[in-house]
């Protein structure tokens, strides 16, 4: 059985170059359950400073809401409040008897609240021991808001990177993410950052794709980023071949696979914004691929054409 690892305390979860810095506490030890998480804590460096959310943890009990506006719920396990200043994300499944966690955060998403319970100490030992709360959904959540305002978007796409460039292999559920990227991974080629999600950053003017801890059924997920070459919608077909889209299509196909609030025009509007202008500034294709080993050969005679 996976029992999970402990966190030390210096490191912090870090995903496409934004840290999560976890206030320190010696009342408990962080317990991260999923390993496809552990590459991506680290101490961090360079422009990572100044890209952070600060996340605070508060044990305090879960806080009473006062004219609070709902403005999301899946109806299975979480919903989204908001008042004059900030956020509210409520965990709670509804065959559970309180939350597991509320968590809030300002409009800046640079300061976090993260109000949960502790799981009790075992028997002889003195400190609690809590789940990372700093995990899917909530990451992703966060992540999704922070970039709306700073040039970046998640969306559904496997992500590979060879020879210094990346390229990422967007698809709805079925498209053929997880079969493209296992055909890449027994190729031995390169490096498959993710088989379902990816983040999408302009940093000094440049795109960049970066992998996530977010796997899909392939179960691949790789820290690691590279400038983004080539954007490839993936399609199952009889036979391998790739047509040029222009960029008023690949942003009509990309718009669906992105993770957008549609619920919240204000930060719905820059991650549009930003789609369409990857679009048009990253090369575009349909992949229609055969699930075998000549998907991979033909994508790399492909690039080859193109150097």
């Known amino acids: 059985m996976n029992k999970g690892r402990f966190l030390r ?14 206030s320190k506490d010696p009342s408990f030890r962080l317990r991260c359950d999923n390993l496809l998480y552990l590459p991506f804590f680290r ?23 006062q004219n609070l506006e709902n403005i999301f719920a899946t109806g299975e396990s979480w919903s989204m409040q908001r008042d004059k200043n900030n956020f509210w994300i409520t965990m709670a499944p509804p065959q559970h008897a309180e939350p597991f966690w509320i968590a809030r955060f300002n409009r800046r998403v640079n300061r976090v609240t993260v109000y949960c319970r502790p799981i009790d100490p075992a028997p002889g030992k003195r400190k609690n021991v ?24 998640l969306t559904h796409a496997a992500g590979w990177v060879r020879g210094g460039k990346a390229f990422i292999f967007p698809g709805a559920s079925g498209a053929g993410k997880s079969t493209f990227s296992e055909l890449l991974v027994e190729a031995k080629v390169g490096k498959l950052l993710s088989d379902e999600r990816m983040i999408v950053r302009e940093i000094d003017g440049a795109m960049q794709a970066f992998g996530t801890p977010w796997a899909g059924t392939a179960g691949i997920a790789r820290a690691g980023n590279a400038p983004l070459a080539g ?9 391998n071949h790739i047509e040029k889209l222009a960029a008023g299509d690949a942003a009509d196909r990309l718009l669906p696979l992105i993770s957008i609030p549609w619920y919240d025009p204000g930060t719905m509007a820059p991650i549009i914004a930003f789609a369409k202008r990857l679009a048009a500034r990253v090369p ?15 994508f790399r005679r492909f690039q080859k054409t193109l150097s």
């Open 9 to 22: 305390q210096d490191r912090n979860l870090s995903i496409a170059g934004v840290k999560f810095v976890i």
């Open 43 to 65: 101490n961090g460096s360079g422009k990572e400073k100044n890209e952070k959310i600060d996340i605070s943890m508060n044990f305090d009990g879960f806080p009473l809401f």
């Open 130 to 153: 809590l789940e990372l709360p700093i995990a899917y959904p909530l990451d992703q959540l966060l992540l999704m808001y922070f970039l709306a305002s700073r040039k970046g978007m």
């Open 231 to 239: 954007i490839y919608f993936l399609k199952h077909g009889q036979s």
């Open 284 to 298: 575009a294709y349909e992949m229609n691929f055969k699930p075998d080993r000549s998907a991979v050969d033909f």
